[in-house]
């Protein structure tokens, strides 16, 4: 069965840095894209990074790009998103997840969250002084 656990989230100050990690069981991550996506209290799950099975094409949101880093360690099974900076804004709960739909490009990722099919729990980050 295909899962996905996230971990490594917190509360640091502003201008700290996280790194969450997203490990998979079930299957191999380079099978598939991996994308991280964060929702906070009272708004919709936005897309934040992700990752294409070959690890070669990447896409960071607006709001994360030159901040945030998305990664993946084969041998260890997991993606992992470096947040650096982090703002207030960054605050919410942050999900990993597969897009298990056939793909014909390596480097190739969507941002989502549509056609994200198999879910993390979350794990939260809190930005506060």
């Known amino acids: 069965q295909l899962q996905l656990a996230e971990s490594g989230g917190g509360l640091v100050q502003p201008g700290g840095s996280l790194r969450l990690s997203c490990a998979a069981s079930?299957?191999?991550?380079?099978?598939?894209?991996i994308g991280w996506f964060r929702q906070a209290p009272g708004k919709e799950r936005e897309a934040v990074s992700c990752?294409?099975?070959?690890?070669?094409?990447?896409y960071h949101a607006d709001s994360v790009q030159g901040r945030f880093t998305i990664s993946r360690d084969k041998a260890k099974n997991t993606v992992y998103l470096q947040t650096n900076s982090l703002k207030p804004e960054d605050t919410a709960v942050y999900y990993c997840?597969?897009?298990?739909?056939?793909?014909?490009?390596?480097?190739?990722?969507?941002?989502?969250?549509?056609?994200?099919?198999?879910w993390g729990q979350g794990t939260q980050i809190t930005v506060s002084s």
């Open positions: 990752i294409s099975r070959d690890g070669a094409g990447t």
């Open positions: 079930g299957f191999t991550l380079d099978q598939y894209s």
């Open positions: 997840a597969a897009d298990v739909r056939p793909n014909p490009w390596d480097a190739f990722c969507s941002p989502g969250p549509a056609g994200y099919d198999y």
